[in-house]
């Protein structure tokens, strides 16, 4: 079974024409790291350079969080799903891209392309435990042929996969747009990584704090596994994703969970609109999103109350399912007071007996 097939990349990236990096959600396990290059690519060690270089500031400023093992996989860069990747991410300023299969297939919790083509660096998506994916341009194309350049710029994709956005301070690492700072300031003929700003290490703690633990990698897809199984057979499906019922539950994974649509639910209470739960959840904390559930309260036909009997570890699962599917699509329609006369289609129920 393949999770998370769409997904929405918060914007990101670095330099010249980018979107503006968004701080991305902080990591809840350890991230295991993957790097796509060709055999001999000179990048390689940069990699393993900007690893060390974020471990050691994160040992220094009191966090136990870090990065994984790097795995190196020798293989073609997928050069056409990257660039357009890339490219969806500028164009969405922080809406919903597609992530092509080919990155869901990789191995690994955040993967770094050294990629051939020329395309605008980008990191991306940042939400819970999905996948993040980290494209670096080809090393021919300038700026990444400047000396020093290529080093920093891998390491200020590897910032926004930690959580970071841009700053306004040219001498440092996480310098990006909207500031006027380019890649090419990194440039020195003395290696050298660019460092964080005092406030950012103070943010590093605070995203990661000494306490940090890694989720168990064994129990993370586990529950995950689990908050599908929930809603597969809590019918969430059968009303919060346009056609599924119609279609007898023939809609693929992708997009599930984005609303009813423009199909409503009509009846003495007015009429109803099913909501997109992916945005709804992606606006919540896994504890708030708990305790709504153990009590929110909504119109027909949404059976509120059977939520209620949910144990605490299935709403958790929940939560943590829809989460990595990421927040995508657009939010209900609103609801309509009974006398507002709703668009078709919707479904008409009786009114109550006398
Ligand atoms: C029979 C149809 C139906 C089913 C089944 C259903 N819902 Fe709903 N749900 C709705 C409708 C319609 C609304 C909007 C009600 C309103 O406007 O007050 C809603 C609203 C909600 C809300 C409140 C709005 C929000 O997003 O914060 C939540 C949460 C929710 N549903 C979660 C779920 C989950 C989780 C499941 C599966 C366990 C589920 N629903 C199953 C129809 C349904």
């Given at each position: ?39 001999s690519d000179s990048r390689l060690g940069l ?92 090393i ?215």
């Amino acid at each position: 079974m393949k999770l998370a097939i769409g997904c929405t990349l918060i914007a990101a990236g670095l330099v010249v024409g980018s979107a503006q990096a968004q701080s991305g959600e902080s990591w809840h396990r350890t991230p295991m790291i993957t790097v796509i290059s060709s055999d001999s690519d000179s990048r390689l060690g940069l990699v393993d350079e900007a690893v060390s270089f974020w471990n050691k500031t994160l040992e220094e400023a009191g966090s136990a969080f870090r990065l994984g093992a790097v795995t190196r996989l020798v293989q073609p860069a997928p050069e056409e799903a990257l660039t357009s990747l890339g490219e969806s991410v500028l164009a969405a300023r922080g809406g919903s891209v597609y992530v092509p299969q080919v990155f869901h297939d990789m191995p690994g919790d955040l993967i770094i392309v050294l990629a051939d083509s020329d395309f605008i660096s980008f990191a991306g998506p940042f939400f819970g435990n999905s996948k993040r994916v980290i494209g670096i341009k080809g090393i021919r194309h300038p700026p990444l042929t400047l000396p020093n350049v290529a080093r920093n710029v891998i390491a200020h994709e590897l910032g926004h996969a930690i959580g970071f956005r841009h700053n306004n301070d040219p001498t440092k690492l996480m310098c990006g747009r909207p500031w006027s700072c380019r890649p090419d300031l990194f440039r020195s003929d003395e290696p050298r990584m660019f460092p964080l700003t005092d406030d950012e290490k103070r943010q590093l703690v605070r995203m990661y704090p000494a306490g940090w633990k890694s989720d168990s990698p064994a129990a993370q897809p586990m529950q995950i596994e689990r908050g599908r199984y929930m809603v597969l057979t809590g019918h969430c499906n059968n009303c919060h994703t346009a056609g599924y019922a119609q279609k007898e539950g023939d809609v693929s994974e992708a997009a599930w969970l984005l609303g009813s649509g423009p199909q409503g639910w009509r009846g003495p209470w007015g009429t109803t609109y099913a909501s997109n739960l992916r945005i709804n959840a992606h606006a919540m904390t896994e504890d708030g999103w708990v305790s709504y559930m153990k009590t929110f309260k909504a119109r027909p036909p949404m059976p509120w109350w059977s939520i209620r009997e949910t144990s605490e570890a299935d709403l958790r699962a929940m939560y943590r399912y829809i989460r990595q599917l990421g927040p995508a699509g657009a939010p209900a329609q609103p609801f309509l007071p009974p006398e507002k006369e709703p668009k078709p289609p919707y479904i008409q129920y009786p009114m109550p007996g006398k």
